[in-house]
């Protein structure tokens, strides 16, 4: 029997079915066509890009409504942002994560602040570094980093208004406290106005081809912790170099024989290395958190945190526990505390703790309020949005 030559349309709708489509009461619907499909993304993107610059129009209004000068300091609010994002995480139903909205959503908001004049945020530098890729993640690529070498600096660029805001590390999961941003805020009047938690994974990068040219491995000091027991296993014979960043290893690297640096995938990008090993860090949940610090306080948010600085004056017995008692007294929970010695005489220390919620909530209010009265020293370094992921 001669065979039949299928039409156009049997042949369209075969283009059209899923390869399940012939599966009997379970097969997936008819395929909608591919330039349909673009099309519609086509007027997606149009519609999405009208409601970008209208949203970005008002974002004008509000600047020119709360100041004359147009500076972007002026009218930044970071309870606001991080009320933004919070109503964007809870809204999402995917396919996008949950990340990759925040993500979205705080570059949107970063473009439109930028209109006037964009954010200067100085980071514990140079390029390359973990610092960097919080301010990113906290403002948004519109805004102008200012990379500075040292923890201190970053403080005095902020104090001295050169910079508007300031990111620099306090604590890494694996590591524990970076006590030399902790001091700062013994002398400093700069206030905390947000955290930031990155991610951090480790990579091992260098102009060699293999590891088995590196004679030395170059990084801060907590990147050389964080992998030691990875380095213990794979590079024993190696001498590891503390240095003042991950990026100035990653420089090292670049410019010595026989070097290899523990950085980002960005310091390999930015120096022009050979990523020898990824992933090296000793624990898979190894987090940074980061402090941005500005001139001044900022509202609550509904989801925040404090932070203070506090000494109990005397070493009785008890005196601690005196101190903290109100927080339990009005059901505030500390989440942190860690004690540095004061610098005014030996033996004598200062105690730096977080709070849940915001100086302006009536619960912490009490307590702070009966706090101080117990404390020979007493000062609120910020309420701040607790960081949404």
């Not at 993500?103 to 390029?127: D, N, T, W, Y």
Request: hydrophobic fraction near 40%; charged fraction near 25%; glycine fraction near 6%.
């Amino acid at each position: 029997m001669a065979s039949r030559k299928p039409n156009k349309g049997a042949r369209a709708a075969r283009v059209r079915r899923s390869p399940a489509a012939a599966d009997g009461p379970g097969a997936t619907p008819l395929v909608a066509d591919l330039e349909n499909i673009r099309d519609s993304i086509d007027s997606i993107d149009i519609r999405i890009q009208t409601l970008l610059n209208q949203r970005a129009r008002f974002a004008q209004l509000v600047g020119i409504s709360k100041t004359a000068s147009g500076k972007a300091v002026d009218f930044y609010r970071p309870e606001r942002e991080a009320q933004v994002l919070r109503k964007a995480l809870k809204r999402n139903q995917g396919p996008l994560r949950n990340e990759e909205v925040a993500r979205l959503f705080r570059e949107i908001m970063s473009a439109c602040l930028a209109q006037q004049e964009p954010l200067k945020v100085a980071f514990l530098g140079p390029e390359g570094t973990f610092s960097q890729a919080a301010v990113y993640k906290h403002f948004g690529s519109s805004v102008r980093a200012l990379p500075l070498p040292a923890i201190d600096e970053v403080f005095h660029e902020v104090e001295a208004g050169i910079a508007d805001f300031g990111v620099v590390p306090i604590e890494n999961s694996s590591e524990g406290t970076v006590n030399h941003t902790l001091d700062m805020f013994l002398t400093s009047m700069l206030k905390i106005c947000g955290e930031v938690e990155v991610r951090v994974s480790h990579c091992l990068m260098g102009r060699m081809t293999g590891m088995a040219a590196v004679k030395r491995v170059c990084a801060h000091p907590q990147a050389l912790a964080q992998c030691r027991g990875w380095l213990d296993e794979q590079l024993p014979d190696a001498e590891r170099v503390p240095v003042s960043s991950n990026a100035e290893g990653a420089r090292r690297a670049r410019d010595e024989r026989g070097t290899a640096a523990i950085a980002g995938r960005a310091a390999a990008e930015i120096y022009g290395l050979t990523l020898l090993a990824t992933d090296i860090e000793d624990r898979p949940d190894n987090t940074t958190r980061f402090l941005v610090v500005g001139r001044k306080l900022f509202a609550a948010s509904g989801t925040d945190k404090t932070s203070l600085l506090v000494s109990a004056g005397n070493d009785d017995s008890g005196a601690l526990f005196r101190l903290l008692e109100p927080l339990a007294k009005h059901e505030v929970n500390m989440t942190r505390i860690e004690s540095r010695p004061s610098r005014k005489r030996k033996w004598d220390y200062v105690f730096f703790i977080d709070i849940e919620g915001h100086v302006g909530d009536p619960a912490v209010a009490q307590a702070l309020a009966a706090l101080q009265k117990r404390a020979s020293l007493f000062k609120v370094l910020g309420s701040y949005p607790r960081a949404v992921l």
